[in-house]
């Protein structure tokens, strides 16, 4: 039988024989990536994601599951005096076909990564979020009945709920910030049965998000010239980047990489300080000074990563560079702004880093970055919590432990070796 796909070390340029494997067995300081044997995007009738089934890693489609959609709004376009303005929505808005339950496009990560474990073996995933990634990961656990490790911050244990009761969710609450959680999920996906959800370096996490531009380029019949997106971590925008070279090798959709335009949350911009150095490493006293103070200002806490994929090779550094990219710090007042511009003119309420991304495109659109006749992709990375209120009954998924970041955490690992014991 030949393979569907193998991964490849950016790095070293070499094939990695073992797909299951997060990083480069050489040990390059790289991301692995994927390489399909189809070189040509054949469309399949799943719906959703699925429907580009032929370029993500797994083998058979995660069903039910939503996808991007790709839609102009002329109020929006007229507004920003921009004739190919396309919108890519990953939400919930039934009047455009938008139908993620979770309100995010952290759902096309947490699909493909849950069935690809499930073809690679079977193991529980132990995924570390600010929020939406956890929420997406427990919809589906719910929808699906399979089981997941879940580690948030504790601010953001609102943020956890799903449209069915969960059954096999074993949450952890962390009294710090992501990157606390970060490391307490390194605890938990040692323990026998579990194995780390990766981050970035999880090609079903970064395939499943390059839906987004894969949608757009067939939708439009193209690859944008500017593509718009607010990072946290940057694995989207790698994700866009990574289709995109995809898309060039299939060769109906052109033959230029769109222009990254990526967002930070002022007063955390660690990203946009680098960049603007055009330095590879990100140096926390230069970039990110009094970082827990900044984090609790921003307006969108989702794209505060300490420590995100940017210095790593086919990380984030490397697709700017690639795209000739921008970044751009976004105040509060211009993303509360851009949220009203996005509501009065789309008609949606979307997701704070939605309207980050927003505000930097207005940005681009008043110093003359980009041209009214381009061909512009906004990502609107979430958003219709107000509708999913509506329609459907949310039900909150509860902390099976609060740990501070400095708490011994043996008895954290018993605990779940005990839980694995009935759901695993």
């Known amino acids: 039988m030949i393979p569907k796909y193998r991964i490849r070390c950016v790095g070293g340029n070499e094939i990695v024989e073992d797909i299951s494997l997060l990083s480069c067995p050489k040990g390059h300081n ?32 995660l069903l039910p599951s939503g996808g991007p959609v790709t839609f102009t709004s002329d109020e929006l376009s007229r507004e920003l005096g921009l004739t190919h303005l396309s919108i890519s929505f990953s939400g919930y808005f039934p009047e455009r076909e938008a139908h993620l339950t979770t309100g995010s496009f ?20 132990v995924i570390a979020s600010a929020g939406n990634t956890g929420r997406a990961f427990a919809e589906l656990s719910a929808r699906c009945r399979r089981p997941v490790v879940i580690v948030i911050p504790k601010k953001a244990v609102p943020r956890l709920w799903t449209t069915e009761p969960a059954q096999a969710i074993f949450l952890v609450a962390v009294k710090g910030d ?37 949608d757009a380029a067939v939708t439009t019949g193209r690859i944008p010239d500017h593509y718009f997106q607010a990072v946290g971590s940057g694995t989207g925008a790698i994700a866009a980047w990574e289709a995109a070279m995809r898309l060039i090798g299939d060769g109906s959709y052109g033959n230029r990489l769109p222009c990254l335009h990526l ?71 211009a993303g509360t702004e851009a949220e009203k511009l996005i509501r009065d003119t789309v008609g949606i309420d979307p997701d704070p880093a939605a309207a980050i991304a927003t505000a930097a495109l207005v940005e681009a659109v008043e110093r003359d970055i980009i041209g009214p006749d381009d061909h512009i992709l906004l990502n609107l990375t979430g958003g219709g919590y107000e509708r999913i209120r509506e329609d459907f009954t949310l039900h909150t998924v509860s902390p099976s432990a609060i740990m501070r970041p400095d708490e011994p955490r043996e008895a954290l690992a018993a605990q779940l070796t005990e839980w694995i014991r009935h759901h695993g």
């Not at 995007?41 to 083998?59: D, E, K, M, S």
């Not at 952290?106 to 995933?125: D, Y």
């Open 30 to 61: 790289s991301l692995v990536r994927t390489e399909y044997c189809c070189r040509k995007l054949h469309l399949t009738p799943h719906p959703g994601i699925y429907r580009y089934l032929a370029w993500l890693p797994v083998i058979a489609p």
């Open 106 to 125: 952290k759902e096309f990560e947490a699909s493909p990564t849950m069935q690809r474990l499930q073809e690679l073996g079977g193991k529980i995933p």
């Open 178 to 214: 992501y990157s606390d959680a970060i490391a307490m999920s390194n605890t938990l996906a040692a323990v026998p049965g579990c194995v780390p959800e990766g981050g970035a370096k999880n090609v079903a996490r970064r395939d499943g998000m390059g839906t987004v531009m894969l």
């Open 263 to 333: 967002a930070q949350n002022e007063p955390f911009t660690p990203m946009v300080s680098a960049w603007a150095a055009r330095r590879r490493e990100i140096i926390p006293e230069v970039d990110m000074p009094d970082a827990i103070h900044c984090i609790g200002k921003v307006m969108s806490d989702v794209l505060t990563n300490r420590n995100p994929p940017y210095s790593i090779q086919g990380g984030l550094f490397d697709a700017l560079q690639a795209t000739q990219g921008h970044m751009y710090g976004v105040p509060n007042v």
